[in-house]
């Protein structure tokens, strides 16, 4: 079985530019989550999306968004890159409810922003 | 003040060596995830509990809900552990995290 596929693995983007990652749930799997990792701050929840819909989210400005498809698959988006959103971002799939089941964990987008 | 707190924040120990780290928790929780992430960023997920005790090969993972306390030992520690371990807890549309556990285990 396919696990969590996230896309691209790296990439570099200047201040002020947007970016968009994707996540690609294991089969089955309805709830699509994100997360922020950076030295400073540890891991941080972002947000979390069920059968297309926004569930959760964390504390993250208005420019951290996200979405979810019809095939579960999952983008989020961020606009007017800061210098302090270089991190890498994961994103876990898992059968039901955020917390209440097992997630796995996708090898994640490292994201430098210049 | 964090609501997931981790001890101790690095661990050495040596090859076989039965390992203990600790996580308190500050809220009511839905669930305890016990996560490992090794160089290089993936994370995996080693346990989810509610209650009592599991078991994983040589990975055992506890939770007291009323002292809101978790442990996760690890018996006869092997140098392929060396990784962060990361607490985190699920209350209502929230997820938390600890700051990480470092264990290096020296052959």
């Known amino acids: 079985k396919a696990g969590v596929t996230q896309t691209p693995r790296y990439l570099i983007k200047t201040r002020g530019q947007q970016v968009t990652l994707s996540c690609s749930p294991i089969?089955?799997?309805?709830?699509v989550s994100w997360y922020q990792q950076t030295p400073g701050q540890g891991l941080q929840f972002l947000f979390e999306?069920?059968?297309?819909?926004?569930?959760n989210k964390g504390n993250f400005p208005g420019r951290f968004s996200g979405r979810q498809f019809s095939n579960s698959r999952s983008e989020m988006n961020v606009s007017t890159l800061e210098l302090g959103d270089s991190a890498l971002y994961l994103c876990?799939?898992?059968?039901?409810?955020?917390?209440?089941?097992?997630?796995?964990f996708g090898a994640g987008s490292r994201l430098t922003v210049l | 003040k964090n609501e997931v707190e981790q001890s101790p924040q690095n661990l050495t120990a040596q090859e076989g060596e039965f390992i203990t780290i600790n996580c308190s928790y500050s809220?009511?929780?839905?669930?305890l995830h016990w996560l490992q992430q090794h160089p290089g960023g993936g994370i995996v997920s080693l346990f989810m509990?509610?209650?009592g005790k599991k078991k994983h090969g040589r990975l055992i993972a506890t939770i007291n809900i009323q002292e809101k306390h978790s442990s996760l030992h690890i018996t006869a520690s092997h140098p392929r552990d060396s990784a962060v371990y990361i607490c985190a807890v699920s209350r209502g549309n929230q997820f938390y995290f600890g700051t990480g556990t470092s264990l290096t285990v020296i052959p």
């Open positions: 509990l509610s209650s």
């Open positions: 999306y069920f059968s297309e819909t926004q569930r």
């Open positions: 809220v009511g929780i839905s669930a």
């Open positions: 876990a799939s898992s059968l039901d409810t955020l917390g209440a089941n097992v997630l796995t």
């Open positions: 089969s089955g799997h309805r709830s």
